[in-house]
Each structure stands twice: as C-alpha cells, then as structure tokens.
Antibody
Framework: EVQLLESGGGLVQPGGSLRLSCAAS????????VSWVRQAPGKGLEWVSS????????YYADSVKGRLTISRDNSKNTLYLQMNSLRAEDTAVYYC?????????????????WGQGTLVTVSS | EIVMTQSPASLSVSPGERATLSCRAS??????LAWYQQKPGQAPRLLFY???TRATGIPARFSGSGSGTEFTLTISSLQSEDFAVYYC??????????FGGGTKVEIK
C-alpha cells in the first residue's frame, strides 16, 4: 500500500526556517517524481515544487523560488522541503504527492497519491 | 502560463440529481487534464487523468470529457459521499503547474 507521511510543520515567525519531510512507502521511491502542493486555509490548491525520481531535475513556483528548496534522499525514501525566509503568505497545509507513472529523469506532475498534509503557520 | 478556470464556483444539487462541472484552460492542454476530489480535512483524491480515464476505484457514475481547452466532469446521480470540492489541473505545459479554483458541490 502506497503511503506518504508528512512531518515537520508547526508555528514559525516571519523570516524563520522550517524543514518538512515526507516519508514514502509501498512503492519504489527512486522511480517516481514527487512534488509539494500547498493549500492556504479555506483556499484552493497551489503547486509549490517538484523533483524527478533521481533528484536531477527540480522545479519551483515563482512565489517560492530562492526561498524554498526541494530535495530527496532515495536511500531513506524521503522527500524534503527546506523553507527559509518564511512569510505569512506561506501559511498553508503542505501536501506531498507522487507522480502516477514512473518518472526517473523528469516530472509529469499527475498525482495519484497524496499524503495527509502538515500545517505550516507563519506568524509572530 | 496556462490559467485554469472552473465554473461554477459552487453548485447546489439534491441527492440523486446530475451535476455538471466545467473547467476551461487559457490555451490548449490537449488531453493532459486531471480531476481531483477533496473532502473537508482530507487530501485530494485523483478521479480522472488524461481528461477521461477514470482512476482506480472511481465509481462509474463519474465521467470526464473534453480536450483542448474545454473539459467537463459529470456526476450522473449524486450520492451523499460525493459532496466535496472538485479541482481540475493541467499537466501539459508547466511550470507553473496550475490548478483550477475549484467547484464546491453542496447538498441542496
């Protein structure tokens, strides 16, 4: 059974940092691209970042470029999101999501499994 | 950047009735269009990909259609568990990867 379990969320002050993790199981993690998608309270879905299966290709939304960094450790079956210089508008539930098809070198960004999300609150 | 527009923003439907949700892309996305369902407090769930291919476990009362810039999600006979927010998402040309703003299907 495919499982994605996010952790690392919490309350952080503006300008602060946080690192989110997404532990994957039930599939060959290194064969699939994975992504972060966030949802501000009461709002819609917003794509944040994606990374290919081998970690060689990364993509970011303009709103987070230069502040958030996606990475993965395929030996630990874990996806990360390093969040620096956080702003109030980064407040959201952050979901990790897996590509539906094998994507070792690229990203399709069609998501067949999602984690339950971790809440990040940026506030003083 | 491809902008995805969903209509209506909300829809009130009685159980057993038909619901039709629309999604429009600002330029052609071919058939590279997905639909997701999200219930309160839950993660999104993939319903359709490639515009009309039902994902695993999705009931036949759900159908997806369209190509290019116009897409439709139809629920033929709404069940209580179908009341949720539905999002479309294109994966044809990105970044940025854009979702539609969502359609909330409510009980009438």
């Amino acid at each position: 059974e495919v499982q994605l379990l996010e952790s690392g969320g919490g309350l952080v002050q503006p300008g602060g940092s946080l690192r989110l993790s997404c532990a994957a199981s039930g599939f060959t993690f290194s064969s699939y691209a994975v992504s972060w998608v966030r949802q501000a309270p009461g709002k819609g879905l917003e794509w944040v970042s994606s990374i290919s299966g081998n970690g060689g290709s990364t993509y970011y939304a303009d709103s987070v470029k230069g502040r958030l960094t996606i990475s993965r450790d395929n030996s630990k079956n874990t996806l990360y999101l390093q969040m620096n210089s956080l702003r109030a508008e980064d407040t959201a539930v952050y979901y990790c999501a897996k590509d539906k098809d094998i994507t070792i070198f690229g990203v399709v960004a069609l998501f067949d499994y999602w984690g339950q999300g971790t809440l990040v609150t940026v506030s003083s | 950047e491809i902008v995805m527009t969903q209509s209506p923003a909300s829809l009130s439907v009685s159980p057993g009735e038909r619901a039709t949700l629309s999604c429009r892309a600002s330029e052609s996305v071919s058939s590279n269009l997905a639909w997701y369902q999200q219930k309160p407090g839950q993660a999104p769930r993939l319903l359709f990909y490639d515009a009309s291919t039902r994902a695993t476990g999705i009931p036949a009362r759900f159908s997806g259609s369209g190509s290019g810039t116009e897409f439709t999600l139809t629920i033929s006979s709404l069940q209580s568990e179908d009341f949720a927010v539905y999002y479309c998402q294109q994966y044809n040309k990105w970044p940025p990867l854009n979702f539609g703003g969502g359609t909330k299907v409510e009980i009438k």
